[in-house]
């Protein structure tokens, strides 16, 4: 807006260093300076949303100028407070891999930076690890006892990238490994429900043929047989 205003030769009017000439109403200069004024209005109207015209009612455009600073540096405080209170609150998920982190943490700092709040090293360093899951907890520790004139964030963000991939390998070296008992269980589990198995020897529906009611006449016969060859009976 206030480049428009410069633009136009309408800026001196709304900031304030152009003020009315002295004279009565009808006299030249000070019809130019009201015509200015009007000019500057216009502008001012024509460039804020209707929930704003309100602001707007004064036919002074150096006090509406006056009045939307307020208002708006007022909301800037509040966004800025919002965001700060975001970027210091930010945490990293589990599953989340760290190249993305990095950037989230990045991405909000530069949101804070473009809205005029400065972030320091030490506050991005300081969100960039207090929101790192509890596995990095000895990490930190670690990072804390480094020398402080090699804690940089560039230093910090290649330790994390390393870390990450210690902590993933240490990972998969405790995975649990599928014995072959476990995939015997496995295929066994699998096997054709009772119901539907054939003996082989009777033909029958619900058992092996190692199960099968007729073995156990056969094997009853051959105990008696047995028993009568001991007694000398043939």
């Not at 709040?117 to 930190?140: K, M, N, R």
């Not at 006892?145 to 964030?153: E, F, I, K, M, Q």
Request: proline share 4%.
């Amino acid at each position: 807006m206030e480049a428009i205003l410069v633009r136009k030769q309408l800026w001196d009017i709304v900031n304030g260093e152009k003020t009315r000439p002295m004279g009565s109403e009808n006299s030249a200069a000070v019809k130019g300076f009201i015509r200015k004024q009007a000019e500057a209005r216009a502008e001012l109207v024509l460039a804020v949303e209707s929930s704003q015209l309100p602001h707007l009612r004064n036919s002074d455009p150096a006090k509406i100028w006056e009045d939307l600073k307020n208002i708006h540096e007022a909301r800037g405080l509040a966004s800025r407070l919002a965001l700060r209170r975001k970027f210091l609150w930010l945490s990293k998920a589990e599953d989340q891999p760290m190249q993305n982190w990095i950037a989230t943490v990045r991405h909000t700092a530069f949101r804070l930076t473009q809205i005029g709040v400065e972030v320091s090293e030490e506050d991005f360093i300081l969100v960039l690890t207090q929101g790192l899951p509890t596995a990095y907890e000895t990490f930190v520790v670690s990072l804390d006892a480094t020398d402080p004139s090699l804690l940089t964030s560039e230093h910090v963000i290649s330790r994390l990238l390393n870390e990450e991939v210690r902590q993933l390998a240490l990972n998969r070296d405790h995975e649990p490994q599928t014995t072959q008992k476990d995939t015997a269980f496995y295929v066994n589990s699998k096997k054709t429900p009772i119901e539907r198995i054939t003996c082989f020897k009777c033909q029958k529906k619900g058992h092996y043929q190692s199960q099968c009611p007729q073995n156990k006449s056969g094997d009853q016969a051959n105990a008696a047989a047995m028993e009568d060859s001991e007694n000398g009976i043939w």
